[in-house]
């Protein structure tokens, strides 16, 4: 490298550059998470100038600068500059202590130039600071977007870090461009992913009630149902986007969690930010079609689940009576939209059923973190020591749900719902066998975080369904 450009300064951006998030996106769901309160005092804060927002959120919050998705060509590219012995700035409209926290974490850079509670230094404001303390075209600049265009325009060489041709052409306009790093777009999979569409397995339990029932044949109750189906699905991933957004940081910890499109930056949080507004008007709408119990029972299961994601989460034994209650919700919500109450025997059997696949969830993530020598998961209120306790409940739960079922086959009034119920009897074994199984493969490490979407791809777990789905034909 020539003595000319070993002595220009490469100065690089931070949100979507260095990172492949935004670190004021992620300050905002800190506050959400950390002090939920606080939410209601953002628009105030910004009233007050986004330097000022910038300032109080960076007063609320603290970042895990470990955890944070770095775009590692960025990091190539600073440590290359670095080996060539040219200075290396952090240049960045994030607020000052962020910056230099970051900086202090990765040591790979010489100064920093920042935003503080009076100037928010983005664009024109980060331009003229550039350009004051290196001189007009006196440094290189690493940017990924519009904002960084008066940035470029004092610049002598540029980086654009983005996907956009029509952001590298205008760059090319004000300054000359080195090179462009195109980061992976999100594709249509990625955001499938995002919303968890493989979740809504679970959604299916809307239909129990109407099986049930035996009313499978009811024109009006299979519309109702499936209608109830998509609302309820569309409701679940407006949740599951705002858990992935509040629970950016644990996630970022976990060995499979942080390769989610949210936590690992494919999909950024602004997007997130508008999916959650939009799923719920839409679930809302199509709602609004059943009868209003069901919307009053969404309106129940989306609250439910905004409160586990906010705090009960995070609270022993609690977090799994609430999955556990939020499953049996999908049941009580198919008998809401198909106006066929659920009996007493069927919400028995689902809450313990579904406590034990709850369970089977966490005893799963303590076991990682136990592999992983670790005490305790992100996020949560258990420690490895809790493995042989979760193991008691959700074992025991289990076969209390077994036994539930063994009693309702042995109600009276049975013979009234079936000509031949002997047939029944031959479900509890199966279910035994299942549960059984199941428990055993979460011990060895073998299920995944979530039991059901283990059981839709183990085999044997289907068999049992079919068997059991026949022996009940049969009965």
């Not at 519009?146 to 470029?152: E, G, I, M, S, Y």
């Not at 025997?345 to 005893?363: D, E, G, H, N, P």
């Amino acid at each position: 490298m020539d003595a000319v450009n070993r002595n220009v300064p490469l100065c690089v951006d931070c949100d979507g550059t260095l990172l492949r998030t935004d670190l004021l996106h992620e300050a905002v769901f800190l506050l959400l998470k950390s002090a939920p309160w606080k939410v209601l005092l953002l628009p105030l804060w910004l009233l007050k100038g986004k330097a000022y927002l910038k300032d109080r959120l960076a007063q609320a919050v603290s970042f895990s600068w470990g955890t944070l998705p770095l775009n590692d060509d960025v990091v190539a590219l600073v440590r290359e500059a670095r080996s060539e012995g040219r200075i290396v700035v952090l240049a960045t409209a994030s607020h000052h202590s962020q910056a230099q926290g970051i900086a202090r974490h990765l040591d790979l850079f010489d100064e920093v130039l920042a935003s503080d509670a009076q100037v928010n230094l983005s664009g024109e404001r980060k331009g003229h600071a550039l350009a004051s303390r290196f001189g007009e075209r006196g440094f290189d600049y690493v940017g990924n977007d519009q904002a960084d265009l008066p940035v470029w325009s004092r610049a002598r060489k540029g980086t654009v870090v983005s996907a956009s041709e029509s952001l590298a052409d205008a760059a090319r306009q004000v300054t000359d461009v080195e090179r462009v790093i195109a980061p992976p777009r999100p594709r249509i999979r990625t955001y499938l992913k995002g919303l968890r569409v493989h979740q809504w397995l679970k959604n299916l339990l809307v239909f129990v009630p109407l099986v049930a029932a035996h009313a499978w044949d009811s024109p009006q109750g299979i519309q109702a149902a499936l209608l109830a189906f998509v609302a309820f699905s569309l409701c679940a991933s407006a949740v599951y986007v705002l858990n992935d957004l509040v629970d950016l940081e644990s996630d970022r910890g976990h060995v499979r969690k942080r390769n989610r499109p949210f936590a690992s930056g494919l999909i950024p949080i602004w997007q997130g930010s508008l999916m959650v507004p939009l799923l719920l008007a839409a679930a809302f709408g199509v709602a609004s079609l059943l009868p209003t119990n069901f919307l009053l029972v969404l309106a129940f299961y989306f609250c439910l689940t905004l409160a586990y994601s906010l705090f009960l989460k995070r609270r022993v034994i609690v977090d799994v009576l609430m999955l556990a209650g939020l499953y049996t919700l999908r049941v009580i919500a198919g008998g809401a939209a198909t106006g066929i109450v659920p009996s007493f025997w069927l919400l028995a059997f689902s809450m313990f059923i579904f406590l034990s696949l709850a369970v089977v969830k966490r005893y799963s993530e303590l076991l990682i973190t136990l592999q992983q020598h670790k005490d305790q998961p992100a996020g949560r209120g258990y420690t490895v020591q809790d493995l042989p306790v979760l193991m008691s409940i959700g074992t025991g739960s289990g076969m209390v749900a077994v036994l539930v079922f063994a009693l309702y086959i042995n109600n009276p009034e049975i013979t009234r719902i079936y000509q031949n119920p002997l047939w029944l009897w031959l479900v509890p074994p199966l279910l035994l066998y299942w549960v059984s199984r199941l428990w055993m493969k979460a011990h060895r490490g073998e299920v995944d975080d979530d039991p059901v979407v283990f059981a839709v791809r183990d085999w044997q777990s289907l068999l049992v369904v079919a068997l059991s789905a026949a022996l009940f034909l049969m009965a």
